[in-house]
């Protein structure tokens, strides 16, 4: 089993930044990657972030490129998501999650934290 632990979100006025952190654990963890997803009330789960864990590349959303940065401790088997330039279209749970083969996709998810930007 693998857990997934996010922390960080909360309010946030418009223009503000909030960094968010997802700490990985399981006897037999693996990662290939891990990634941020958000979900706004009413809409699909989207893809926000994501990076590949051995050589650090970094993937974005159209939507966050040049206003959120995705980076690892692999150390610590953590994700961190920097959001800066935040607006409210950016209100929503954000979820991280593991990649642990490179072959099928996420795999395990973590609970979300809300993340609210008002105007």
């Known amino acids: 089993q693998v857990q997934l632990v996010a922390s960080g979100g909360g309010l946030v006025q418009a223009g503000g930044s909030l960094r968010l952190s997802c700490a990985a654990s399981?006897?037999?963890?693996?990662?290939?990657?891990m990634g941020w997803f958000r979900q706004a009330p009413g809409k699909e789960r989207e893809f926000v972030a994501g990076?590949?864990?051995?050589?650090?590349?970094?993937y974005y959303a159209d939507s966050v490129k040049g206003r959120f940065t995705v980076s690892r401790d692999n150390a610590k088997n953590t994700v961190y998501l920097q959001m800066n330039s935040l607006k409210p279209d950016d209100t929503a749970v954000y979820s991280c999650?593991?990649?642990?083969?490179?072959?099928?996709?996420?795999?395990?998810w973590g609970q979300g934290t809300q993340v609210t930007v008002s105007s």
């Open positions: 999650a593991v990649d642990r083969t490179g072959k099928y996709g996420y795999d395990y």
């Open positions: 399981g006897r037999t963890l693996s990662i290939y990657a």
């Open positions: 990076i590949a864990w051995s050589s650090g590349n970094t």
